[in-house]
């Protein structure tokens, strides 16, 4: 099990956990009581630090081990020094600095919020945990860095990578010493095998996240005097209430499915 893809998928698991252990309590508080935010300032951001930093390891790790498939599939002479593990966890560290970092300008967004009541001062009874001090195109910028872009480049390297292997199939077909090889085919459907779990962790981010990346971005530029966008938005906090945290436990399922590495070391386990 100690391959560079597993320690990706490691990672992933890492960042999947984060965000239940700081973000589920706060949810279910929210769904229980309702208000008054219970848990104070420091944690309303340390829930939005971790959760924003749960999320950008996450597509910063699936990009990471899509280019690392992409070298070994397409580029398989320097896959022996691009997927040695030392690199790989001095990729995976730079990626959660990255990940924190770059967490930081969202999460100083959050604070309690309180409501007025009749004699202009705070009703301690509304307090909720929101954006308090918002910051102009973080949001937007945030979006792009950790959810366009990176599903822009992870759908092109994939392409390229399909296209790798049906030219391996066709050579295979067409020369029968290579077809009758059973390294090259074994190798062939090893890697077919972990192209389809990756592909399938891929399309489960991007269902998982796209509607929280939508709501969020709806909270920034809808009109709240605009009933259908207020609809509109009120259906995607719903969806993506459920979705965000779909993906922390879909991961585990899509290995056990398509992996049968992982299954064999489960059972050991």
């Known amino acids: 099990m100690h391959t560079a ?20 309590p706060d949810e279910i508080q929210l769904l229980w009581m309702g208000q008054p935010y219970i848990f104070g300032e420091e944690f309303c951001f340390i829930r939005g630090f971790t959760a924003e930093i749960s999320t950008n ?6 990009a990471a081990f899509t ?13 022996h020094t691009m997927s040695q593990l030392g690199r790989v966890i001095r990729f995976i560290a730079i990626i959660w600095v990255v990940a924190t970092a770059c967490a ?17 001062k705070k009703d301690l009874s509304t307090a909720s945990c929101v954006i308090k001090n ?42 029968p010493s290579l077809s009758s090889h059973s ?19 891929v399309i489960a981010f991007f269902l998982c996240f796209a509607p929280h990346q939508a709501q969020r971005l709806m909270a920034v530029h809808a009109d709240p005097r605009n009933t259908l966008a207020v609809k509109m ?17 879909v991961n585990p399922i899509l290995y056990h499915i398509f992996s049968n590495r992982f299954r064999q070391a489960f059972r050991v386990s």
Request: include cysteine.
């Open 5 to 24: 893809t597993n320690y990706y998928l490691f990672s992933m698991a890492i960042s999947d956990l984060l965000l239940l252990a700081f973000g589920m």
């Open 57 to 62: 390891a996450s597509i910063l790790t699936i």
């Open 67 to 79: 280019v690392e498939r992409y070298i070994g599939i397409c580029h398989p002479l320097r896959s």
């Open 104 to 120: 930081v300008p969202i999460a100083i967004q959050y604070g309690i919020v309180y409501k007025e009541d009749g004699m202009g």
């Open 134 to 175: 918002r910051l102009r195109m973080v949001f937007e910028i945030s979006s792009v860095l950790f959810f366009v872009a990176p599903m822009l480049l992870i759908i092109v390297l994939y392409v390229f990578i399909a296209i790798q292997l049906k030219r391996s199939a066709r050579l295979a077909r067409n020369v």
């Open 183 to 201: 390294c090259s085919t074994n190798d062939g459907s090893r890697n077919k095998s972990v192209i389809k779990m990756l592909v399938a962790v």
């Open 233 to 249: 938005f009120n259906v995607l906090h719903n969806i993506s209430g459920i979705s965000y945290y779909i993906s922390t436990c």
